[in-house]
C-alpha cells in the first residue's frame, strides 16, 4: 500500500482545483494500491477527519488548525511539529498497511511524509513542485520544524531535469529523479495545422495573480513583461494576443498598457477550464511563457500537444519544452520577447515546421502514460 500524501487536491467533487494531483493519483491508482490523505488547514466547518469519494478516488481529508505565518520565526516551526503530532493521533491506524510514502509538494506534505517515514521506518518519495525549489525549501529548509526532513527522503523527484538539478543545490547529499509529469495526448491534440488565416494568434496563459513571497508581484507568471512587449509592437493588423488566467481582468489589463487591451489586440479572458484551454490552444499558433521561476509549466505541455510553438523564458524547465520549435529569452527582457514575437511571425513557412515539431517533442517526452510507469518503477526500486 503506497500513502499519496497531498496538501492540493480537489474538494468533493470540484475536480478543478488540484486537477494534476487527482489525476496523477487516478493514473496511480490503476498501477499500485494506494491510500490517499488530503492535507488542510481547518476552518470551522470542517471536521478534522473526513472520508470522501472524490471523483473515482476514495480520499482522507486531515483538516487541522494551522496559522500561516510570512516571517521564519519559532511559531511557525511549532505549527508544523503540532500538525505533524496531531497527524500521527488521527489518522495512526490507517498508517499500519503503508509500505511507502509519496508525498506531493515538499515542503508540507514532505515535511509530514518524513515525520512519518522516520517514525515507521518506511521507504519515501519526495514530488517536488515549483514553488518548492524555486522559493519555499530555499527559505524554509533550516527552520525548526522542517530542518533535517531531507534525511527522511529516500529520492526527491521533479517534474523537469531543472527542477532535479534544483534539489540537489538545496540539498547536496539528496537524491533526485526527473520524471515529466506530461500531457493526455489523446486529449490535447492538434488541429491549428495549414490555417488559411493571414492572422497569427498568440495565447498567454499564466495569468496576473498577486505572488508577493516571490518578489515580482503580478508579474511572477510574466504577464505584466508580455503586455509591456505587446505594446511596443508598431502594428497589430495580424496579430492577436489571448491574455487568459487567474485574476485576469479587461480593467487591470487596460491598467498595466494603460490603454484599450481592444486597440492592441487584446482579448482578455479569466480561468479557464481545461474544455476551454484545449478550444483556445486549436486556435493558437504561439504560446507564450514568460515566467520568472518555473518548474515544468502544464501550459507549456499542452501547447506541444496541440501543435504550438512557444516562446518561453530561460528559466526552470521551459528551455526542456523547446527544441526547435520556439525561442527562449531572459525573463522581464520585454524589449527582446518584442523582437521574437516580430520574428516568429515573419515567416510563416517556418512557423508551421515549429508547430510540426512541437507535437513530436509532446509525443516522445511528454506522454502522460508514462508518469504512472516510471513512478511503479520507482515504488519497485525502494
Not at 530555499?138 to 521533479?158: A, Q, S, W
Not at 477550464?273 to 501550459?299: F, M, Q, R, Y
Not at 521574437?340 to 515546421?353: G, H, R
Request: aromatic share 10%.
Amino acid at each position: 500500500m503506497i500513502l499519496f500524501l497531498t496538501n492540493t487536491f480537489p474538494n468533493n467533487n470540484n475536480l478543478k482545483q488540484g486537477k494534476f494531483n487527482y489525476r496523477a493519483a487516478v493514473q496511480l491508482s490503476k498501477k499500485a494500491s494506494l491510500k490517499i490523505i488530503h492535507l488542510r488547514s481547518w476552518k470551522p466547518w470542517r471536521k478534522i477527519v473526513e472520508h470522501k469519494q472524490i471523483g473515482d478516488l476514495q480520499v482522507i481529508v486531515f483538516s487541522f488548525p494551522i496559522y500561516p505565518v510570512r516571517s521564519l520565526n519559532i511559531l511557525q516551526g511549532l505549527q508544523i511539529s503540532l500538525y505533524k503530532q496531531m497527524f500521527k493521533i488521527y489518522l495512526g491506524k490507517e498508517l499500519k498497511d503503508i509500505k511507502l510514502i509519496h508525498s506531493v509538494g515538499a515542503s508540507f506534505s514532505g515535511v509530514v511524509g518524513s515525520f512519518l517515514s522516520k517514525k515507521h521506518k518506511i521507504p519515501h518519495i519526495a514530488q517536488c513542485i515549483g514553488t518548492d525549489i524555486n522559493y519555499n525549501l530555499p527559505r524554509l529548509k533550516n527552520t525548526y520544524g522542517i530542518k533535517g526532513m531531507e534525511k527522511y527522503v529516500d529520492i526527491f523527484t521533479g517534474n523537469s531535469k531543472e527542477s532535479a538539478r534544483q534539489v540537489l543545490r538545496i540539498y547536496p547529499n539528496a537524491k533526485s529523479k526527473t520524471i515529466y509529469r506530461g500531457v493526455d495526448l489523446a486529449y490535447f491534440k492538434p488541429s491549428n495545422l495549414g490555417k488559411e488565416t493571414s492572422e497569427i494568434t498568440f495565447t498567454f496563459l499564466g495569468g496576473l495573480s498577486l505572488r508577493k513571497e516571490t518578489g515580482k508581484g503580478r508579474d511572477y507568471k510574466g504577464g505584466e513583461t508580455l503586455l509591456k512587449a505587446w505594446k511596443e509592437l508598431e502594428s497589430y493588423e495580424k496579430l492577436k494576443l489571448n491574455f487568459v488566467g487567474p485574476e485576469v481582468t479587461k480593467d487591470l489589463v487596460n491598467e498595466i498598457l494603460d490603454g484599450n487591451a481592444n486597440t492592441y489586440n487584446v482579448f482578455v479572458q479569466g480561468i479557464l477550464d481545461s474544455e476551454a484551454v484545449k478550444a483556445l490552444l486549436h486556435e493558437t499558433d504561439v504560446v507564450i511563457i514568460p515566467s520568472w521561476a518555473e518548474g515544468l509549466p502544464n501550459a507549456g505541455m499542452e501547447a506541444l500537444a496541440s501543435s504550438c510553438a512557444i516562446l518561453g523564458s530561460y528559466v526552470g524547465g521551459i528551455p526542456e519544452l523547446i527544441e526547435d520549435n520556439g525561442y527562449l529569452f531572459e525573463p522581464g527582457d520585454s524589449e527582446n520577447l518584442k523582437e521574437l514575437i516580430l520574428k516568429i511571425s515573419s515567416n510563416k513557412a517556418k512557423l508551421e515546421s515549429m508547430k510540426i515539431q512541437s507535437r513530436k517533442i509532446a509525443e516522445t517526452k511528454f506522454d502522460a502514460k508514462q508518469f504512472a510507469e516510471h513512478y511503479l518503477k520507482l515504488y519497485e526500486s525502494l
